[in-house]
């Protein structure tokens, strides 16, 4: 799976991605690095056909107003640290790949992944 990390999630979420064998990009990676536009990088989401992974609810609103990201990551942890942040990852992952196999915009909280459809 093919993941786009947003510029308020820690560049080491796609090492522990990576780690887990899927392909990742970060907006640090890009030329605008942390200041590249949405409309950016939820085009270059859709051309990769990756999932953009986000804490940044406009891309909830453009979804649900344009069908764009064609697939979105909501991160609704609130605060939190990078390592906890990292535990909750590593401790959803499964769960959050297995709902990207149906759905097409999840959700993870610190407890739950919430599909939404």
Not at 19 to 35: C, I, M, Q, S, V
């Amino acid at each position: 799976m093919k993941f786009a990390v947003d510029a308020q999630l820690p560049r080491r979420l796609c090492r522990l991605l990576e780690k887990y064998g899927h392909e990742t990009l970060h907006t640090l990676d890009l030329p605008a690095r942390n200041r590249t536009p949405d409309r950016d990088l939820t085009g270059l989401a859709d051309r990769e056909g990756a999932v953009l992974v986000s804490k940044d609810t406009d891309f909830v609103n453009s979804r649900i107003r344009h069908g764009k990201p064609s697939k979105l990551l909501l991160v609704s942890t609130g605060n939190i640290g990078n390592d906890e942040l990292i535990a909750v990852f590593e401790a959803s992952l499964n769960r959050l790949t297995e709902a990207f196999t149906t759905f097409s915009y999840v959700e993870l909280t610190r407890e739950f992944v919430i599909v939404h459809e």
